[in-house]
């Protein structure tokens, strides 16, 4: 089987989404589980992992009842408060929603670098491994160090990196990246989606060659068993088609054994989420 395992669904709402800037106008728009069914089917993807957008209860419970209406949608990964006193009782509660494989903060957004190591936040990680859920890492290379004492301080607990960590591949930005990322994927319990590259590079006029020295470094740092692809469907969607970013990692792994190819498109998504 295999699985896109990042996109999401939205209503567009020009407050709720106010990250969506004049330059991303392409997806001012809804996007829900139909308009990307069409895209699976013609890249020959059978089913998703949705992940949140928006930080509110009211996201989790709307991409639940997606998948209620959707089957091909096997996973959720929700937003839930981390650092709500209340976390484990919430937790449980969400428990009883098999779809829901675990949850994710948009730690980029956040103004503190330190963000993940604040002690309420931590707190939240803790409980999530009780319940057997994942945690999705959205970081910017310079948060990567608090990324790292989270998952040096929760060895059990099962990590995925968002977008190979948003390093700023229009600037030529490798060095930093690749030294917290090197940190990172010494962990056993750390995988890496293969996803979101194509923001990060010059929309206009980015070229497979861009991409390359991330990808061959991220998958020789984390190996084919903890890479995964995923399209960030539909903010991929600013400048480019479905199949042209799926096309970066397919060129990429091209000459991939089979095997390795289904790792990277499903098997490793399907036994990190339990889809």
Avoid at 108 to 115: I, L, R, S, T, Y
Avoid at 159 to 175: L, M, R, S, T
Avoid at 226 to 235: E, T
């Amino acid at each position: 089987m295999k699985i896109d395992s990042h996109q999401h669904f939205w209503h567009y709402c020009e407050i709720k989404h106010s990250w969506i800037n004049d330059q991303m106008s392409a997806i001012k728009k809804n996007f829900l589980p139909e308009d990307l069914k069409a895209e699976l089917n013609n890249k020959g993807i059978d089913g998703c992992v949705a992940v949140q957008a928006d930080q509110t209860k009211t996201e989790t419970e709307f991409l639940v009842a997606q998948s209620k209406k959707h089957d091909f949608i096997k996973g959720v990964v929700g937003w839930v408060d981390l650092r709500s006193k209340s976390i484990e009782k919430q937790l449980e509660q969400y428990s009883q929603e098999k779809i829901i494989k675990g949850f994710r903060h948009v730690v980029q957004d956040e103004p503190n670098v330190d963000f993940m190591m604040w002690p309420n936040f931590q707190n939240g990680i803790s409980k999530l491994e009780k319940f057997d859920y994942t945690y999705d890492i959205l970081i910017f290379p310079s948060q990567s160090h608090a990324a790292l004492y989270t998952v040096e301080k929760f060895p059990n607990q099962k990590f995925v990196i968002d977008h190979i960590a948003k390093p700023n591949i229009k600037e030529g930005q490798f060095d930093d990246w690749k030294k917290g990322m090197e940190a990172l994927a010494a962990h056993e319990n750390v995988s890496c989606k293969l996803s979101g590259m194509v923001t990060e590079a010059d929309w206009n006029n980015w070229k497979q060659e861009d991409f390359s020295p991330y990808l061959d470094a991220v998958i020789e740092m984390f190996g084919v068993d903890r890479v995964m692809y995923g399209s960030d469907w539909p903010v991929s969607l600013i400048e480019w088609t479905y199949g042209e970013v799926k096309g970066i990692v397919d060129t990429h792994v091209s000459h991939f054994s089979e095997s390795e190819k289904e790792k990277i498109y499903g098997k490793n998504a399907i036994e990190f989420y339990g889809l």
